[in-house]
T-cell receptor
């Protein structure tokens, strides 16, 4: 069966360090993968999209990698700040199904 | 602001009540979605509308009834809900282009629903 797993439910790091979040999937052939940020009581906010033929994407302090052989995406936040504390969701777009499926999310806490 | 507005933000209803959730998008998008987010569970897609036509009904019970009168407005009509339907209901929109996969979703803040 198809499955999306995000590395851990919670991740705690010190301010200034790099946060690395993982999204693993099985039995998917996603056309692209997206990362969203969700704050408590709010809807998810789009951050980055990476296509199956792209290895890496960057946006300011954010970097996403996509390895279709390993079936894994890594999401990095460099020089993390307490304001980066939130839940981060990965979503895979399945061309055959014509829709995205979301992972459970990882809650990141950046401590001052 | 994401350009997607949902009302009400919070709703408490009894199992015999009838209520409606409203979503409006100001982005000129042609696709709108309803998602359900329960505690400790991933986002679940409920309904998809493309150009006002329903293109997805993800095995949602009939006590949830969507309505899309135009490409900017989306409703979710609720009746005889169960306590397990308590969740955050999120509306989203996107711009679907023919032949191009670009499902960047813009979400509203959601309606936190409690069914007593």
């Amino acid at each position: 069966s198809q499955k999306i797993e995000q590395n851990s439910e919670a991740l705690n790091i010190q301010e200034g360090k790099t946060a690395t979040l993982t999204c693993n999937y099985t039995n998917y052939s996603p056309a692209y993968l997206q990362w969203y940020r969700q704050d408590p009581g709010r809807g998810p906010v789009f951050l980055l999209l990476i296509r199956e033929n792209e290895k890496e994407k960057r946006k300011e302090r954010l970097k996403v990698t996509f390895d279709t052989t390993l079936k894994q995406s890594l999401f990095h936040i460099t020089a993390s700040q307490p304001a980066d504390s939130a839940t981060y969701l990965c979503a895979l777009y399945n061309t055959n199904a014509g829709k995205s499926t979301f992972g459970d999310g990882t809650t990141l806490t950046v401590k001052p | 602001e994401t350009g997607v507005t949902q009302t009400p933000r919070h709703l408490v209803m009894g199992m015999t009540n009838k209520k409606s959730l409203k979503c409006e998008q100001h982005l000129g998008h042609n696709a709108m979605y309803w998602y359900k987010q329960s505690a400790k569970k991933p986002l679940e897609l409920m309904f998809v509308y493309n150009f006002k036509e329903q293109t997805e009904n993800n095995s949602v019970p009939s006590r949830f009834s969507p309505e899309c009168p135009n490409s900017s407005h989306l409703f979710l009509h609720l009746h005889t809900l169960q306590p397990e339907d308590s969740a955050l209901y999120l509306c989203a929109s996107s711009q679907q282009s023919s032949g191009v996969a670009n499902e960047k979703l813009f979400f509203g803040s959601g309606t936190q629903l409690s069914v007593l």
